[in-house]
């Protein structure tokens, strides 16, 4: 499976910064403005870059190996 340029940018932004901040953001706000599921949010989001991770990482994997056919 290889992604377009665009698309892989795009995950990689969202698994290397989006998605951990959130996490984090939604931790200290969560302590401060007593929202729920602080915990279960910020996990999710850590397992959702993860998954996301693993699929571009796959990808960039695949990616090299056609070019390094060229």
Do not use: H, R
């Not at 200290?28 to 993860?50: C, D, F, N, R």
Request: one cysteine or more; aromatic letters at 14%.
């Amino acid at each position: 499976m290889k992604l377009p340029d665009k698309l892989y940018d795009i995950l990689k932004w969202t698994v290397c910064i989006l998605l951990p901040a959130f996490g984090v953001f939604y931790v200290a706000m969560a302590g401060t403005w007593g929202l729920p599921y602080a915990e279960e949010i910020s996990k999710t989001a850590q397992a959702v870059a993860l998954f996301i991770g693993s699929l571009i990482g796959i990808s960039s994997v695949q990616y090299y190996k056609g070019n390094k056919d060229d």
